[in-house]
């Protein structure tokens, strides 16, 4: 069993920074691909960017890739993901996910955090 939690949203204005952190529980953190996706009001859930379980491969979304920086932290059981030069569009729920694929994280995790609200003011 592995448990989530996200923290570090908030309110930021465009263009500002925000580093999202996701502290997972149990002694198996290493083992799973981890992911942070987001939804915003009125949206489905979308992929943000996944890193493998070692850390040597990630993916990013389109829209942010260039923006956000995914991490891991096995020693730590932690996931970051750093945003710069955030955009109004990137208001929403963020929400953490821990796959055992190991290498991406699937459409259909196995775990999932509670989210952490951000919003990018114009």
């Known amino acids: 069993q592995v448990q989530l939690v996200e923290s570090g949203g908030g309110l930021v204005q465009a263009g500002g920074s925000l580093r999202l952190s996701c502290a997972a529980s149990?002694?198996?953190?290493?083992?799973?691909?981890m992911g942070w996706f987001r939804q915003a009001p009125g949206r489905e859930r979308e992929f943000v960017a996944d890193?493998?379980?070692?850390?040597?491969?990630?993916y990013y979304a389109d829209s942010v890739k260039g923006r956000f920086t995914i991490s891991r932290d096995n020693a730590k059981n932690t996931v970051y993901l750093q945003m710069n030069s955030l955009k109004p569009e990137d208001t929403a729920v963020y929400y953490c996910?821990?796959?055992?694929?190991?290498?991406?994280?699937?459409?259909?995790?196995?775990?999932w955090g509670q989210g952490t609200q951000v919003t990018v003011s114009s």
């Open positions: 149990g002694r198996t953190f290493s083992n799973y691909a």
């Open positions: 890193i493998s379980w070692r850390g040597g491969s990630t």
């Open positions: 996910a821990a796959d055992r694929h190991r290498v991406r994280v699937t459409t259909t995790p196995d775990y």
